[in-house]
């Protein structure tokens, strides 16, 4: 059984190691850059109050990113 889940299914707080995305190419090299590498360490800080987006901190740094793109982002 597999423990993988997306990143949109992490609770507030609750901190993941990176995986793998599953994104078109342009948008992960993207987020690779800010620092979403295979094995590093992420963590939910908040979400808007809508939902949208989702607040997470990785390398000590803080991103936006969209839940539509944080579904197809996969976390251990």
Same mark, same amino acid.
């Given at each position: 059984? !597999? *423990?993988?889940? #997306?990143? &949109?299914?992490? =609770?507030? &707080?609750? !901190?993941?190691?990176?995986? /793998?995305?599953? +994104? $078109?190419? =342009?948008?992960?090299? %993207? +987020?690779? /850059?800010?620092? +979403? +590498? $295979?094995?590093? #360490?992420?963590?939910?800080? %908040?979400?808007? $109050?809508? &939902?949208? $987006?989702? /607040?997470? /901190?990785?390398? &000590? #740094?803080?991103? =936006?990113?969209?839940? !539509? *793109?944080? !579904? ?5």
């Amino acid at each position: 059984m !597999s *423990d993988q889940k #997306s990143l &949109g299914q992490l =609770a507030v &707080g609750e !901190s993941a190691i990176l995986d /793998e995305m599953a +994104l $078109p190419e =342009a948008a992960s090299m %993207r +987020l690779q /850059e800010m620092g +979403l +590498l $295979p094995g590093a #360490s992420i963590r939910l800080v %908040r979400r808007a $109050p809508l &939902g949208c $987006p989702m /607040e997470f /901190e990785v390398a &000590g #740094s803080r991103l =936006a990113i969209r839940v !539509s *793109d944080a !579904s197809n982002i996969f976390v251990q």
